[in-house]
Each structure stands twice: as structure tokens, then as C-alpha cells.
């Protein structure tokens, strides 16, 4: 426990909480929280889920009619066929990043992560006893990850890769040659792929989202993971998933439900069929806003460009930072 670093963004957020508290006016750039309301419609239908009395725990893996949601969800979207089995509605995908790495990293084990990236990519493996080792994302490359790198750093202990895309914080939106060729690092190494997608509808320009589980022979080696806190701003509500074989859902299983037992019950108001293609309908109205005239300018200031999704402009905190 000694060697988890704490996390400097969330030590800047206390800071800034206090200076709130104190009745100083502040603009977060810290926190990966976009800057809109959860939509109307997801809280009424929320509140009407509370008065019906829905509020009790679910079924470990959450409720049959959210994971047949989503389901319909990563096949109608991300053009990937998961079973409802095949999904588990976690705690934020927070908790899914904790819960598959305990069961997929073994003690000495590597993981490929990406530098900058998410801390608890980095701190996570650490906890287990796995090694993660960094890829690094340049600008010059657009964000791009450099395959020469990731084929010099494949081991024969490299159990996984993670990829964030789009990338909280750089921004970048990884290519579909990209991804084709990592697919293919992956399957000759046999290394199973981490894909957090969880930015997936803070594109800007004329940027594409591409899930790595839908390329051919990815989905059997790809744990999906997203949420509902960015897309929908709903950060605080915790309410996130893992898409994986159906083996590793159980193991995922075991850990979520003595910690957690389940995800919040308020939130799967989506199981209900009418809402789901309004709920999982793009919010790109809302995530427009997300760069705000004042913040665009902020960012030109600091002379670096803007980058395919949204949330580079929080922060560019590498992990030692
Ligand atoms: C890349 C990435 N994944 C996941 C999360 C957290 O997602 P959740 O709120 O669903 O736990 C963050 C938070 O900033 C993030 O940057």
C-alpha cells in the first residue's frame, strides 16, 4: 500500500472543494466532469423509479432488463454482440477497472498502459502485483500509439493492454489502422485488451469511435468497459459496466458482489424499453458544450490544439504528477 501514489487530481479537487467552501468562485479543470446537468429525462425518470419503490438491491450483476439494455446498446452503437450474460453494472467503471484487473492479472503479469493516461490503469496492476508497463502518446503523433513501441514492449509476461479512446487526457481518438494493428499485436501475443470507452461521445470534428471488440477475432480477448458518467454527466450516480466472455463476468462477479453487492437500483430506470433508445441516444447537443467559448479560448492560450474529444482540456497530468 505504501507504493500507491495518491491521486493528484483528486488532491487538486479537495483543494478547489475548500476554496468553494470558502466562497471563492472556481472552474474545474481537474476532474474529467463535463460541465452540463444530467439531462431532465434521465432524472425524471429516475424519480419515477424511486416513487414506483424501485429501491432495492438489484441482482449482483444488475438487473436483467439494464444488461439486455446495454446490450442493445454496444450491438446497435459499437457493432459488438454481447449476451446480457456477458455484461456485469458496476460501480462507476471505476470499480469494473479494479474488479477485471483482480481477475485477469495474476502476480507478475504485465499490463500495457498508456502514458498519459488514468491513474488507476497505473496504480490498479501495482496493487495486484502486476507490472504496468507505459506506452507513451506523443502529440506528434496525434495521440496515435505507436506500434513500434508496443511490439518492442510485449513480453512473453504481457497479460493485457489497456486502451483509453478516446483518450482522457490527451484527447485522441485512436484510428481504425491503429486499432486493426494492435488487434493483430494482440492475437499473435495472445493478450487480452482492456477497451475503456467511457469518452466514446465526446468527439469533435469528424472523429469516429471505433470499439476493438468488433474487429474480427477481438471480442473473445476484449473487455469492454463503459458508463453513463460522461456521456450523460452523470458522475455521481456511480453507474458503470463491464462486456466480456461470460467466464470472466462470473470471476468479475465475485469480487463486485462482496463488495458492493450491486450498482445503485436509481439509474436502471433504462431497462425500460421505451427509454432505451432516448437514453442511449447520442447526447452530442449536450457535449457540444462541453468546450465552453471562455475554456476554447483558455486552451488556444496555452498554444496546444484542439485535440478530437473534449476532455484533454482538463488536465494533462502524466501519471508522476
Ligand atoms: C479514462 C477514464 N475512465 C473512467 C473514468 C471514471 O469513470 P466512472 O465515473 O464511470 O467511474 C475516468 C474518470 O475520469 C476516466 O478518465
Known amino acids: 500500500m505504501d507504493e500507491l501514489a495518491p491521486s493528484g487530481i483528486r488532491k487538486v479537487n479537495?483543494?478547489?472543494?475548500?476554496?468553494?467552501?470558502?466562497?471563492?468562485?472556481?472552474?474545474?479543470?481537474?476532474?474529467?466532469?463535463?460541465?452540463?446537468?444530467?439531462?431532465?429525462?434521465?432524472k425524471k425518470a429516475c424519480i419515477a423509479d424511486i416513487e414506483k419503490g424501485d429501491v432495492f438491491y438489484t441482482s449482483n450483476f444488475g438487473t436483467m432488463e439494464l444488461r439486455e439494455a446495454i446490450a442493445w446498446k454496444l450491438?446497435?452503437?459499437?457493432?459488438?454482440?454481447?449476451?446480457?450474460?456477458e455484461i456485469i453494472v458496476s460501480v462507476g467503471l471505476s470499480e469494473a477497472v479494479f474488479d477485471v484487473m483482480t481477475a485477469i492479472l495474476d502476480e507478475g503479469?504485465?499490463?500495457?498502459?498508456?502514458n498519459p493516461g488514468w491513474l488507476n490503469?497505473?496504480?490498479?496492476?501495482?496493487?495486484?502485483g502486476a507490472t504496468p508497463i507505459t506506452y507513451?502518446?506523443?502529440?506528434?503523433?496525434?495521440?496515435?500509439?505507436?506500434?513500434?513501441?508496443i511490439r518492442a514492449k510485449v513480453t512473453p509476461r504481457t497479460k493485457a493492454m489497456v486502451l483509453i479512446t478516446p483518450s482522457n487526457p490527451t484527447g485522441g481518438v485512436l484510428a481504425e489502422n491503429v486499432l486493426k494493428e494492435l488487434a493483430e499485436i494482440a492475437i499473435k501475443n495472445d493478450i487480452m485488451v482492456i477497451?475503456?470507452?467511457?469518452?466514446?461521445?465526446?468527439?469533435?470534428?469528424?472523429?469516429?469511435?471505433?470499439?476493438?471488440?468488433?474487429?474480427?477475432?477481438?471480442?473473445?480477448?476484449?473487455?469492454?468497459?463503459?458508463?453513463?458518467?460522461?456521456?450523460y454527466s452523470m458522475t455521481g450516480w456511480r453507474l458503470g459496466y463491464a462486456a466480456c466472455n461470460e467466464d470472466i463476468v462470473k470471476?468479475?462477479?465475485?469480487?463486485?458482489?462482496?463488495?458492493?453487492?450491486?450498482?445503485?437500483?436509481?439509474?436502471?430506470f433504462l431497462r425500460t424499453v421505451q427509454y432505451m433508445p432516448v437514453c442511449f441516444a447520442p447526447c452530442s447537443c449536450v457535449c457540444s458544450r462541453l468546450i465552453s467559448p471562455s475554456v476554447s479560448s483558455w486552451h488556444k492560450q496555452d498554444n496546444t490544439s484542439i485535440c478530437q474529444s473534449g476532455e484533454h482540456i482538463q488536465h494533462r497530468t502524466p501519471y508522476n504528477s
Open 195 to 231: 477497451s475503456d470507452e467511457v469518452y466514446e461521445r465526446l468527439l469533435y470534428d469528424d472523429a469516429k469511435h471505433i470499439s476493438i471488440a468488433s474487429l474480427p477475432g477481438m471480442k473473445e480477448r476484449t473487455i469492454t468497459l463503459n458508463g453513463f458518467s460522461k456521456a
Open 14 to 42: 479537495e483543494k478547489a472543494l475548500a476554496m468553494e467552501r470558502a466562497g471563492e468562485t472556481v472552474i474545474h479543470f481537474e476532474l474529467g466532469r463535463p460541465d452540463f446537468d444530467t439531462p431532465e429525462y434521465i
Open 75 to 85: 450491438k446497435t452503437q459499437n457493432n459488438i454482440d454481447y449476451k446480457p450474460s
Open 136 to 149: 507513451t502518446l506523443k502529440e506528434v503523433n496525434d495521440y496515435q500509439i505507436d506500434l513500434d513501441e
Open 109 to 114: 503479469d504485465e499490463i500495457l498502459v498508456p
Open 121 to 128: 490503469y497505473l496504480n490498479v496492476p501495482k496493487l495486484l
Open 251 to 268: 470471476t468479475v462477479n465475485k469480487l463486485h458482489q462482496h463488495v458492493v453487492t450491486c450498482a445503485t437500483s436509481v439509474g436502471h
